[in-house]
């Protein structure tokens, strides 16, 4: 298959919709998801189902968020609008989004250790973004002195 840079904005629109039909699913069915896991695991995990439903609403909103931000950005992108200062206030949003979830998950894992990892992961997910934010900031000044320029 010949790969372009269409397909890939495609791609990543159908994977936004899967992420966002994933996170649906899990947030309605959380409460026998997270009971199936408690039951499973009954010596040490019983009585967390409401803090489990708590942090896994919580993120929900957050994500919700990353989302459509996410989507927002492809939008622009697949418009040509690529180094532009809305394109930095979403990867801005987005790394705070994820430093947020980082958070909740990090609070989480005071019931359920291994939430700790996601909270890592989280985190990192955040700086690498903040990290591209910064790139794309210092290419929107670039092309707006190019802009200018005669």
Request: proline fraction near 3%; charged fraction near 15%; glycine fraction near 6%.
């Amino acid at each position: 298959m010949d790969w372009n840079k269409d397909k890939s904005l495609w791609l990543s629109k159908i994977c936004i919709k899967l992420f966002t039909i994933t996170m649906i699913v899990v947030a309605v069915f959380a409460p026998k998801i997270f009971s199936a896991l408690i039951e499973i695991r009954v010596a040490y995990l019983g009585g967390t189902l409401p803090y489990f439903l708590i942090s896994t609403y919580t993120l929900c909103v957050p994500a919700t968020i990353a989302l459509a931000g996410l989507w927002r950005l492809l939008d622009n992108i697949d418009k040509g609008e690529v180094f532009i200062e809305n394109n930095v206030r979403i990867l801005r949003m987005l790394s705070w989004r994820c430093i947020f979830a980082g958070g909740i998950c990090l609070a989480s894992a005071v019931y359920y250790l291994p939430f700790i990892i996601i909270a890592a992961a989280a985190g990192f997910v955040g700086l690498l973004l903040r990290i591209v934010k910064n790139v794309f900031a210092r290419a929107v000044e670039i092309k707006q002195d190019n802009d200018f320029t005669i």
